[in-house]
């Protein structure tokens, strides 16, 4: 089992930037796959960003390459995401994901455990 708790989410305008941070509790935090989704009203939950065990390996949606950046502090059991250049269509609640298996799989149901998420919002 891991918990995990969202932070850094907020109100910002168009261009700006903003830092999510995942904090994970309970088994070992290097053993998981850690992802990004978010989730705009009316909208399905939609991969963002994935990060390998040791950070290593990355994959990132298209709608996102070149703005945001994921990244890993395992001795924090902590995973980022730097997220620049916001746009108002990134306004969504972003979550947190940990999968306890390997690849970098973009299917919300391969991830296995979930934070509550964090509100963001880009205003124009």
């Known amino acids: 089992q891991v918990q995990l708790v969202e932070s850094g989410g907020g109100l910002v305008q168009t261009g700006g930037s903003l830092r999510l941070s995942c904090v994970a509790s309970?088994?070992?935090?290097?053993?998981?796959?850690m992802g990004w989704f978010r989730q705009a009203p009316g909208k399905e939950r939609e991969f963002v960003a994935a990060?390998?065990?040791?950070?290593?390996?990355?994959s990132y949606a298209n709608f996102v390459k070149g703005r945001f950046t994921i990244s890993r502090d395992n001795a924090k059991n902590t995973v980022y995401l730097q997220m620049n250049s916001l746009k108002p269509e990134d306004t969504a609640v972003y979550y947190c994901?940990?999968?306890?298996?390997?690849?970098?799989?973009?299917?919300?149901?391969?991830?296995?455990?979930w934070g509550q998420g964090t509100q963001v919002t880009v205003s124009s």
């Open positions: 994901a940990a999968r306890d298996g390997g690849g970098l799989p973009v299917g919300v149901s391969l991830y296995g455990y």
């Open positions: 990060i390998g065990w040791r950070g290593g390996t990355i």
């Open positions: 309970g088994r070992t935090f290097s053993s998981y796959v």
